[in-house]
């Protein structure tokens, strides 16, 4: 997933998910909402289906 930080006004900034794009009052905001997300894609995610059989078992 590509994530771009982008000043589209004075007070205006665009973090921009692929296609996908969300706009906040400052580049402090932004950067920070891009620095969460960075967190949760590289955070570690269970596979359902070991989950689901580990439960069966």
Do not use: C, N, Y
């Amino acid at each position: 997933m590509k994530i771009l930080i982008k000043e589209l006004a004075k007070s205006q900034w665009q973090v921009r998910l692929d296609q996908h794009a969300v706009t906040f009052r400052s580049e402090a905001e932004a950067r920070a909402f891009t620095r969460t997300l960075e967190a949760r894609i590289q955070a570690p995610h269970p596979i359902p289906v070991l989950l689901t059989q580990r439960a069966a078992g």
